[in-house]
T-cell receptor
Framework: KQEVTQIPAALSVPEGENLVLNCSFTDSAIYNLQWFRQDPGKGLTSLLL?????REQTSGRLNASLDKSSGRSTLYIAASQPGDSATYLCAVGWRGYQKVTFGTGTKLQVIP | EAQVTQNPRYLITVTGKKLTVTCSQN?????MSWYRQDPGLGLRQIYY???????DKGDVPEGYKVSRKEKRNFPLILESPSPNQTSLYFC??????????????FGEGSRLTVL
């Protein structure tokens, strides 16, 4: 079964700290992986999309990596700010399927 | 502005009263999908459509209907809503490359309460 796991479910860090969010998936036959941010009661905002042929993608203070062999992606946030507080979700698009599976997310709180 | 628009954003209804949640995208995307989000369960796919007149069941299709008569619109229909359909609903769209789903773009969500 194709599953996506995000651990921990919640994370609290002081402002300015660099942090890593994790996303694990059970099937290495992925097509792409997307990271999203969700603010309370709001929609999902796309942060980064990594194709299966790529190792990483960067946007500003965010860097996402992909290791298909270990079934893992990480989202690195540099110099965290209170405005980064949100829930972060990863979503895996599977090769051979018109399907995307979401993790349950990591709720991040950055304390001023 | 490229966007996915859902309406209504908030709705309170009663058991059995048919309702439709509309979804429209202005990016000429082939792929559209509906998800529901519940605490502890994450986002689960209800239905998806790979193109006009092509729809397929997701993981939790029971109690829902969809149609895709035009490329830009993908309404979600609850024929006889029940309290267990109280949830936050999201519509998403995506271009398709070589038949694969690419970057997903989400609407703002529709919070539905069924009494």
């Amino acid at each position: 079964k194709q599953e996506v796991t995000q651990i921990p479910a919640a994370l609290s860090v002081p402002e300015g700290e660099n942090l890593v969010l994790n996303c694990s998936f059970t099937d290495s036959a992925i097509y792409n992986l997307q990271w999203f941010r969700q603010d309370p009661g709001k929609g999902l905002t796309s942060l980064l999309l990594i194709q299966s042929s790529q190792r990483e993608q960067t946007s500003g203070r965010l860097n996402a990596s992909l290791d298909k062999s270990s079934g893992r992606s990480t989202l690195y946030i540099a110099a965290s700010q209170p405005g980064d507080s949100a829930t972060y979700l990863c979503a895996v698009g599977w090769r051979g399927y018109q399907k995307v599976t979401f993790g349950t997310g990591t709720k991040l709180q950055v304390i001023p | 502005e490229a966007q996915v628009t859902q309406n209504p954003r908030y709705l309170i209804t009663v058991t059995g009263k048919k309702l439709t949640v509309t979804c429209s995208q202005n990016m000429n995307h082939e792929y559209m999908s509906w998800y529901r989000q519940d605490p502890g369960l994450g986002l689960r796919q209800i239905y998806y459509s790979m193109n006009v007149e092509v729809t397929d069941k997701g993981d939790v299709p029971e109690g829902y209907k969809v149609s895709r008569k035009e490329k830009r619109n993908f309404p979600l229909i609850l024929e006889s809503p029940s309290p267990n359909q109280t949830s936050l609903y999201f519509c998403a769209s995506s271009p398709r490359t070589s038949g694969r789903v690419e970057e997903l773009f989400f609407g703002e969500g529709s919070r539905l309460t069924v009494l």
